[in-house]
DNA sequence: AGAATAGTGTCTTTCAGACATTATGAG
DNA sequence: CTCATAATGTCTGAAAGACACTATTCT
């Protein structure tokens, strides 16, 4: 099979975004609204077009900022940037009805922002509930209400982000990635307990997360944000990897 | 940004595969000997263009065929089928000096083969450690030959591929994938130690992976091709999932 | 007999799960 | 005072690490 460049198909290459927060003790990813064919007016993830002389990271990154105004994360641990990692990469050869498109689907962890998406594009984005987004084959029975599908096969795209979000919080500190730079045991629990669905003992986690040595360190302060009894605010730590890793309860 | 697929920059995609095996207790590499320019001469990793009407997947696998007559791995427990899974994407603006190419790197976990490889292109093809393939930057101070760096960015994507098969074997019981349809624990056990590059306890791992429910299914056979103490066979049970995991052991 | 590998068992430590209790601030 | 949340402590059981011993075959 003779390497022949000169008789390569030629291929479109988009990046799209899964973004995820957790707003209101629920993982919520960020759609927006299709303006044009195909798929005109339903919901997808954002993306676009890589650029000619662009890497992949640097047009997830360009994307990013477009569609929120978020930078990802510089390591300088103050910024509220975000985690951008590549995901996977969607290349069927229908997935696009125009023209043959290879999307490398990257993900986003971010924390929640001040209302609707600051700096974002304005025209028609929001965050949905994953649950509401992914099928009854999210999570087990969910009743609530469906929405509309969303465009191409984003929904296996979003679907596959959030099972890489949920198995990496087990072993990753990432979990601080949808956090405020400083916030409290507490706020980091919920976050646990909305990506992966689950209820958990706050007396065993507190004692598991404190007792990583990385993981998290004590600013000093406190708040009652959260009403009840003040409570200590910590910053993430330098660790990456948690050995031990947290444990998802079964079921 | 509108949306427009009349203005796309056209890419090239190509698959290229990370194709691990142990033999003679090390991890090792699938590497072809490049033909022409650019790179002449110089070992790469197998791969070759996705075709204009070819799913990602579907051109692993025959990129996969084509290389090693080996197929990606049928759920009959039965074959000699190696586990296939895509890895990364690689799109780097300057990682081909001819054009734009976006490359999906893909690994295979494969037995070892009988001999050369059977099927394959014979053109130059071999099983390099990947100890040797790559520098010291791998497993702390590598005093052997440093073999010559392999073609394009494939010395990246290879480091990749041996980080996701070593952090893999680890929770799921893809181990498997390395050894013939009949294995013994010790087998698996060196699966283990050449891919991490550590020694195992013989009994404390005995009694681990004959605990887990699910990972291995005894045979009834017993063989003696390791010398000593005949050993019983099993085969790959259903379980995919290792919980607890496989623990690799510090430093 | 001696070497090599397989297989079982025991002790100890670490750590997750379950649950009680005290601490502190808001209304 | 009551309520809500934070923080610490105790007991128990599961499982990993270290290591001793027996079993079976080959040379």
Redesign the pocket.
């Given at each position: 099979m003779p390497y022949d460049p000169s008789a390569f198909p030629p291929f479109a290459v988009t990046v799209d975004l899964v973004v995820l927060t957790v707003r209101k003790d629920a993982l919520c990813a960020l759609v927006v609204r299709r303006g044009e064919p195909p798929y005109q007016g339903m919901w997808a993830l954002p993306g676009g077009f890589v650029r000619d002389d662009e890497d992949l990271e640097a047009a997830a990154a360009r994307e990013l900022t477009e569609e929120t105004g978020l930078h990802p994360q510089v390591p300088d641990g103050q910024s509220a940037g975000a985690h951008l990692e590549q995901l996977a990469t969607y290349g069927a050869p229908d997935r696009d009805p125009r023209m043959r498109v290879v999307s490398v689907a990257h993900l986003v962890l971010a924390p929640d922002l001040p209302s609707p998406i600051a700096g974002g594009d304005a025209r028609g984005a929001r965050w949905a509930p994953t649950e509401t987004l992914l099928g009854g084959a999210d999570g087990a029975g969910w009743d609530g209400e469906r929405q509309a599908p969303l465009a191409f096969d984003h929904e296996r795209i979003l679907r596959d982000g959030v099972e890489r979000a949920r198995s990496k919080i087990e072993y990753s500190s990432l979990a601080t990635a949808f956090c405020p730079s400083e916030f409290?045991?507490?706020?980091l629990r919920r976050v646990y307990e909305a990506v992966w669905g689950v209820v958990l003992?706050?007396?065993?986690f507190?004692?598991?997360v404190?007792g990583t040595p990385g993981f998290l360190v004590p600013t000093g302060g406190?708040t009652?944000r959260?009403?009840?009894?003040?409570?200590?605010l910590f910053r993430a730590g330098g660790a990456t990897l948690l050995n031990?890793p947290m444990?998802r309860?079964e079921v």
């Open positions: 409290t045991v507490g706020e003992d706050p007396r065993n507190h004692r598991k404190t406190t009652t959260q009403g009840g009894r003040p409570a200590q031990p444990l309860p």
